[in-house]
């Protein structure tokens, strides 16, 4: 018994077209890190929004060092950063830097997230406003930020596998 064989026309478009959607995340870096700042944006507004500023200085104790938290400031170190250049990911909410000194610096933010006062005074401060406001943040900007990048993406893609 005789093997058929059959053509089919068209593959080595088929392949090749493939093999560009393969490599369309790492040919569009910079549109994809673009992209991705847009949606991160979304989570910062939001944020940006609904932080609410103390009405005075708060002096922090520690190690040894005296630090002042002035008004604004974790509004203020709201923003996105690309950790790894690269790579497309794009991260969001408040930065910490290495100085000491600035009125941009929200290396508190885990204070207001997690509260403040140890279980052996208490427990968790759940009385001031930003109490858990990241989480809250992330539920209420999920899905708008899920379709931000969907529509990110099929515009991206479809100007790229043209």
Do not use: C
């Not at 203020?76 to 497309?88: D, L, Q, V």
């Amino acid at each position: 018994m005789a093997l058929q064989t059959a053509t089919i026309d068209g593959l080595e478009m088929v392949l090749k077209r493939i093999d560009k959607a393969v490599k369309f995340n790492h040919a569009n870096m910079r549109k994809m890190r673009n992209s991705n700042r847009k949606v991160a944006q979304i989570y910062v507004r939001y944020l940006k929004r609904h932080v609410v500023s103390m009405d005075r200085d708060i002096v922090v104790k520690r190690n040894g060092r005296i630090r002042t938290v002035t008004p604004g400031t974790l509004k203020r170190s709201m923003g996105t950063w690309t950790p790894n250049k690269s790579r497309a990911t794009v991260l969001s909410g408040p930065k910490t830097f290495s100085n000491a000194s600035g009125d941009k610096d929200g290396w508190f933010a885990h204070f207001v997230e997690e509260g403040d006062f140890p279980l052996a005074f208490g427990g968790k401060n759940r009385s001031h406003p930003n109490y858990q406001l990241f989480e809250k943040a992330k539920k209420a900007t999920h899905d708008k930020m899920k379709a931000k990048l969907y529509q990110e993406l099929r515009k991206n893609f479809a100007t790229y596998m043209k």
